[in-house]
Each structure stands twice: as structure tokens, then as C-alpha cells.
């Protein structure tokens, strides 16, 4: 049919049961409607009556304005400055073409949609308003149009795009149910408001969709759902949203801001990348993971009324991350999850809690406000390795069967709490202003740890081994009660009270050095314990007061004679080579 304009300009097309104007390809070659009529249901004759054009297939149906373009080449058509309403399914129902231009038209209450784009392609729609309607825009396999600059207010949904490479640019949507919901791929929404949606802000389906710069405040439901992958949603402001949905995989969710709101993200997809976000003052947790091998990283969350990260499956990455000022920091109810080079500040009641097994924690600051506790290791067979505990109650606690290595501990109650078996202890720099280490289990481990505190090591149990550790403290500093627990090459001195105690049978004390205690360097009461090539001296009071039988101390150096060394209850216990 050659190249072909189709104008519409300034018309009242309204309350049409069905179509109010057809243009299709066996129309006449031009059609310039200039407002001279309004168009209802209850003129049947106006629909006849276009000025200066021969418009054939005309009739009354169910949209607005209806144009089937397909076969005709348009340069550029234009549908302008109409008001398009109450129509009971489109107000302008466009099929097959491609280059047209609607704008500065007002479109209200029709039923379906305002405007439906079938097969169309390359077209413009701006400067419009959409009141109320079914869906405002339709786009269903039209691929390549710009839609910027309009007005979504109170419609079912404000753009439902079925199809690709769409740009929704600069819109503003306000008191609709849905505003976006996206079908299709390599779509982009841009630089959009979006204002009290009722349920979801944006919802997407379709894969490669970039979501930027767009600002949602007050969404009821989702600000973003992502039941699709590898879409990028970066640069937002989400102000009080339900939160932002990732239900998909290879999503990347970059330079984001929350704030207030219930969540700030949840995921439950795979392999996505939460990245450089802030998140403030979430009434419940800020970032929630429900997916595997996720990666969050560097970003910053405040004010969370819950936990700024929580994580409930395996194989996550989390570094770099801020968390400020949160009830809560990390929750972690999964496996094999790696936490490090993370800064936790404020915490106002616990700031990691796991219940996991072999997760690893490296190189994280954590910092409290002295309440709770900095670490609770209540799963097995994690590690945890040179971090940093300040301002807690309790700096670490931990249950079975977990190494804890390297770490500085500057607390206000226990330094770290071993409440369980086969726990392992290794290098820990233990400052407290009461208890170091208290340990209440078998078979655990404390090895090369330096302490300083007003109570040094409390040892409830059996089998433990403590070695090579160095105490000072301002009360007593090794307490145990449990039998066949090993001290071997612990450095002991300058205690304010006795060095070491142990009540209990078949204990081990060897190549201790325990020098310099206010009270007695060992108060043993008990009986088959071992004391044996130690350097015990200095002491204020004896060496080492024995109450029980059958103990055996054997070449340990006192530099005094045994009679001022070694005060003994009874008799029947085994003194050899000691000097």
C-alpha cells in the first residue's frame, strides 16, 4: 500500500460497547481525524463522519479505536490529544506495523487496556495519562518501542509487556495494583516513580531485563519480583517496600537503597549476586537467602530490627559487608557457607548465630554494644579464624566440634564459652573482664592462647587437653573440676590468686611454668593426679597444696625444699626428683 500516515488528533472517543473507530489495511490511504466530532454510544451516525477521509469498516464493537496497520509501511503515525474512555475492552487496540507515535492523550476506565500493541514495532507512547483502567499499556509481541513520560494512576496494571527490547522510561505510577509486570527480555525500566503500589512494583518473567535508577516508594507488595534470570536491577531507591523478591538464578541486584520497609531481599534462586546495596531500618531482616552459592558482598546494612544477613542454605559467599547498628547481624541456618573480611558494628544484641555445619568465618570485625553474644557456634565443624570480638557480654560460644583459631576476644563477661565436646582452640588473644574461657564438656582442646582477664580458664569436665597457653589474670588462673584433664607447657604467673586448681582424679600437669602467684601456685584436691617437670616458684604461698592419695609428683622444680614447696593433707602420695 506504499507509505502511509494515519493521524488522529483531538477527539472524545467514549462509551463504546465496542470498536469506535477501525482502521485496517483495506482502508484508505490516509485518515486526519482533527476533533470536529465526539464519538458515543449513542451517535451512531459520528462514527461515519471523519473528516476528509474514506474510512471503510467502520462498526461498533469493543474498542476504542481500533487500527490494523498490517501490510502498510508508516513513516511515522500519530495519535494525539484524544480523550479515550469507558470503552468495555481497548481504548486503541493497534495491530501489526510498526512507527507509530501516541501522545499527550488521556485514556480512562477501559476495560481491558488503555492501549494494545499486537505485533507492533518501533513505536513511541508519551505525555500520556492512563486513569483507571484495565492494564494501561499492552505491549504483546511488539518489540523496540520507547514509553516515557506518562502517567499510570489507578489501573489493574500499569504496562504489561509481553515481548523484547522495549524501553519504560521516566513514567510515574501511582495507586495502581501492578505496575509493571514483564514478560519479556532485554526489556529496560528506567528512571521511573513508582508510588503506593498495591501489590507488586515490578514483577519480571522474561530474562537479560535491566532495571535502573527508578525510585519506589510505599510498595504493598514486592518492589521487585524476579521469577526469571539473568536480569540486572541496579542503581533503585526502594523506600518502605515488602521487599525485593529474587526468585531466580544469574540475577545481579547491584548499588541498590533500601529503606524502612519489612526486608530489604530475599532470595531463594541460585548463583545471584547481591552487590554494593545499602539497606537501612528494615522491620525485619535486611538481606534473607534461601538459595545456593549466592554471593553478597560490600554492602552496607544499618538499622535492621532483625538480622542484616540470614541464611538458610548452603554453599553462600558473603565478604565485605557492613553491618551496622542491627538487632542482629548473621544468622545462618545452613552448611558450608564462607563469611569473611566483613565489618559487624553496634550489634545491639547477638552478632552471629549459627546453627550450620562447615561454614568458615575469616577475617570478620565484630563489634558489639556489650549485650548478647558476638558469636554463637551452635552447629559442628566450623571454622572460625582470625576475627576480631569487642564490646560484648559473651565474645564466643560454641557447642561441638568446632576450631576456633586465632582470633582476638576483648569482651566484658566470657571470652569464649565452650559448652560441648571436641571443641578446638588455637592461638586466640582472650582478653575479659571476667572470665577468659569457661569450657563445659569432654575431649576439648585449648592450645597456644594468650589471656588476659580477672578469671582465667574454668574447666567443667573431663579429657580436655589445655596446652601451651599463656594466663594472667587478676583472680585464679586454671580451674578444674573433671577428671583425666591434661595442662602441659601452660605459661601460669603473676595470678593475683592460686595458679592452678583442680579437683578431680587422674589429671595431668606437665612442663607447666607457674611462677609468681599471689596464692598457691597448684591446690590440688583429688587423688592419682600427675604433677610432673614443671617449674613451680615464686609462689606466695606453697608451690602446691595437695589434699588427696596416690598422686605422684615427680621432677618438678621448686627452688626450695619440699617441706616449704609442697603442703600435703595426706601421706600416701609419690615425691620423686623434684628440686
Known amino acids: 500500500l506504499g507509505e502511509t500516515n494515519i493521524n488522529v488528533f483531538k477527539n472524545n472517543i467514549t462509551n463504546n460497547n465496542g470498536k469506535g473507530i477501525s482502521i485496517s489495511k483495506y482502508s484508505a490511504i490516509a485518515a486526519f481525524l482533527n476533533g470536529s466530532e465526539s464519538f458515543t454510544s ?3 451516525f459520528n462514527p461515519y463522519h471523519i473528516f476528509n477521509s474514506d474510512i471503510s469498516s467502520i462498526y461498533l464493537g469493543s474498542e476504542g479505536v481500533y487500527l490494523n496497520l498490517s501490510g502498510i ?7 494525539s490529544d484524544n480523550i479515550v474512555s469507558d470503552n468495555g475492552e481497548y481504548g486503541i487496540l493497534v495491530l501489526d506495523s510498526e512507527n507509530l507515535w501516541i501522545r499527550n492523550n488521556v485514556f480512562s476506565c477501559n476495560g481491558l487496556s488503555g492501549v494494545l500493541l499486537s ?4 513505536s513511541v507512547l508519551s505525555d500520556n495519562v492512563f486513569i483507571g483502567n484495565g492494564v494501561g499499556v499492552s505491549l504483546d509481541s511488539s518489540n523496540g518501542n520507547n514509553i ?6 489507578g489501573n489493574v496494571a500499569g504496562i504489561d509487556v509481553g515481548s523484547n527490547d522495549n524501553n519504560i522510561i521516566l513514567n510515574v505510577f501511582s495507586n495502581c495494583t501492578d505496575d509493571i509486570v514483564l514478560r519479556g ?8 516513580k513508582f508510588f503506593n503500589s498495591k501489590s507488586d512494583s515490578i514483577s519480571v518473567y522474561g530474562y537479560q531485563n535491566t532495571i535502573k535508577n527508578n525510585k519506589i516508594n510505599n510498595s504493598k507488595g514486592y ?41 530489604g531481599i530475599i532470595i531463594s534462586g541460585v548463583k545471584n549476586v547481591i552487590r554494593d546495596n545499602s539497606i537501612s531500618n528494615t522491620k525485619s531482616n535486611s538481606v534473607s537467602v534461601y538459595g545456593y552459592k549466592n554471593t553478597i558482598k560490600n554492602n552496607k546494612i544499618n538499622n535492621s530490627k532483625g538480622y542484616g544477613i540470614s541464611l538458610f542454605a548452603y554453599g553462600n559467599n558473603v565478604t565485605y559487608n557492613s553491618l551496622i547498628n542491627n538487632y542482629k547481624s548473621l544468622y545462618i541456618d545452613s552448611d558450608e557457607n564462607v563469611f569473611s573480611y566483613n565489618n559487624i558494628i553496634g550489634s545491639k544484641s547477638d552478632g552471629l548465630t549459627i546453627l550450620g555445619f562447615s561454614n568458615v568465618f575469616k577475617k570478620n570485625i565484630i563489634n558489639g554494644s556489650w549485650f548478647g553474644y558476638g558469636v554463637k557456634l551452635q552447629g559442628s565443624y566450623n571454622v572460625f579464624e582470625d576475627n576480631k570480638i569487642f564490646k560484648f557480654g559473651c565474645g564466643l560460644y560454641t557447642r561441638t566440634y568446632n576450631l576456633v583459631y586465632n582470633n582476638r576476644v576483648d569482651v566484658k563477661n566470657v571470652g569464649i564459652s565452650a559448652k560441648g565436646n571436641y571443641n578446638y582452640l588455637f592461638k586466640n588473644n582472650i582478653i575479659s573482664k571476667k572470665y577468659a574461657v ?18 582465667g580458664i574454668t574447666i567443667n569436665g573431663d579429657k580436655n587437653k589445655i596446652k601451651n597457653n599463656q594466663i594472667k589474670s587478676k583472680s585464679y588462673g586454671i580451674s578444674i573440676k573433671g577428671h583425666k584433664n591434661t595442662l602441659y607447657a601452660d605459661i601460669i604467673s603473676k595470678n593475683k590468686k592460686f595458679g592452678a586448681q583442680i579437683l578431680g582424679h587422674k589429671n595431668t600437669i606437665k612442663k607447666c611454668t607457674i611462677t609468681k602467684n599471689k596464692g598457691h601456685g597448684i591446690k590440688i584436691i583429688g587423688n592419682k593426679n600427675i604433677i610432673t617437670r614443671n617449674i613451680i616458684k615464686l609462689n606466695k604461698h606453697h608451690q602446691i597444696k595437695l589434699l588427696g592419695v596416690g598422686n ?28
Do not use: Q, W
Open 42 to 44: 449513542t451517535n451512531p
Open 73 to 79: 509501511y508508516s513513516v511515522y503515525s500519530m495519535i
Open 119 to 122: 505485533g507492533f514495532d518501533g
Open 148 to 153: 516515557f513520560n506518562n502517567s499510570f494512576i
Open 185 to 192: 527480555n532485554r526489556n529496560i525500566i528506567s528512571g521511573n
Open 223 to 263: 518492589g521487585v519480583y524476579l521469577g526469571s534470570s539473568n536480569n540486572i536491577i541496579s542503581n533503585n531507591d526502594f523506600v518502605n517496600i515488602k521487599c525485593v523478591y529474587v526468585g531466580s538464578d544469574n540475577n545481579s541486584i547491584l548499588l541498590n537503597s533500601f529503606s524502612g520497609g519489612v526486608n
Open 438 to 455: 569457661t569450657v563445659n564438656g569432654k575431649y576439648n582442646e585449648l592450645d597456644s592462647n594468650k589471656i588476659t582477664s580477672k578469671i
Open 552 to 579: 605422684k609428683l615427680t621432677r618438678n622444680k621448686f627452688g626450695v625444699k619440699k617441706n616449704k614447696a609442697v603442703h600435703t593433707v595426706y601421706s600416701r602420695n609419690n615425691f620423686n626428683k623434684n628440686k
